[in-house]
């Protein structure tokens, strides 16, 4: 049998994806990147050919990233133990200067380059340049791990304007320049809120929210915030994605349209989102906009 996907089945899959195409162009769309999607190298180009698509069809894209796992290895290498604190890194003078020399530079030129070799055009920034993500400690025991105070959206714009995706590494800084590790999820929130997103997309490494974490057929496809807080209270929403969707509600409040918890690990998961009916993962939503 011939698998082959003839001229009519693609000129079928353009023609259908012409409404959503005109309903993004224009658009910021912020893609918080990270999980296996990041790990696994088929997927990393997979996510990668994605994004330069959008961006070829006019979408605003901006790419955020975290690193846990190229983080590790370089403490390991040094001889340093990885410690966390209720699922946060225990960040000293030593670990932040690992985790910004790892974070802004190997993983954020090496996604740069990438982006670059798939025919897009992308700009590297951490959080400290024009001071784009502003900190102060969040726990003394946690030592330089950030709080957002701020976020300055001018870099961004900038970049935006100027036709360049950009890729953003989650360092904030305080007033006095001491650099601070900022968790990812609630960077992306933040900025996506700052730079007035119509989506942020949060690649998990689970199906999305569950309304049995056990069942990846359980999936709940749509919530509104109070919905999300209910499920909150019921206990369906437990462990790591307590937090994770703690900064889809915070987007939320804070003026992005719509934020999508999905898995980063199915192929082409953000096209599946952005241009279908389907869509993909769990979409959370102001409950104004039901």
Not at 109 to 133: H, P
Request: with cysteine.
């Amino acid at each position: 049998m011939n698998n082959e996907i003839s001229n009519a089945d693609r000129a079928e899959v353009l023609t259908a994806a012409l409404p959503y195409i005109k309903k993004y162009n224009g658009k910021i769309v912020v893609v918080k990147y990270g999980g296996n999607a990041m790990v696994n190298e088929e997927l990393k180009q997979q996510v990668m050919q994605d994004i330069v698509l959008l961006w070829l069809i006019g979408v605003k894209v901006v790419l955020v990233h975290g690193g846990g796992p190229a983080i590790n290895e370089v403490m390991e290498r040094v001889g340093k133990k990885p410690e966390f604190v209720d699922g946060l890194r225990v960040t000293d003078q030593e670990t932040i200067d690992i985790v910004q020399m790892v974070l802004s530079g190997k993983v954020n030129k090496t996604l740069v380059n990438l982006i670059e070799s798939k025919g897009g055009k992308a700009m590297g920034i951490s959080g400290m340049d024009g001071r784009l993500i502003e900190a102060e400690q969040k726990d003394p025991r946690l030592g330089f791990v950030g709080n957002v105070t701020n976020i300055r959206p001018e870099p961004i714009m900038d970049l935006l304007e100027k036709g360049y995706i950009p890729v953003v590494s989650t360092i904030g800084c305080d007033k006095d320049g001491n650099a601070y590790n900022i968790n990812g999820d609630t960077a992306a929130a933040y900025i996506a809120g700052a730079i007035e997103a119509e989506r942020l997309i949060m690649m998990t490494d689970i199906a999305g929210i569950l309304k049995d974490k056990d069942d990846p057929e359980s999936l709940i496809p749509q919530i509104t915030v109070s919905e999300a807080q209910t499920l909150y209270r019921d206990g369906v929403i437990s462990g790591g994605m307590i937090p994770k969707v703690g900064c889809c509600i915070e987007a939320i409040y804070k003026g992005v349209q719509k934020v999508i918890i999905m898995d980063g690990r199915v192929p082409h998961s953000i096209l599946m989102e952005l241009m279908t009916d389907e869509g993909a993962g769990t979409m959370v939503l102001g409950d104004d906009k039901q």
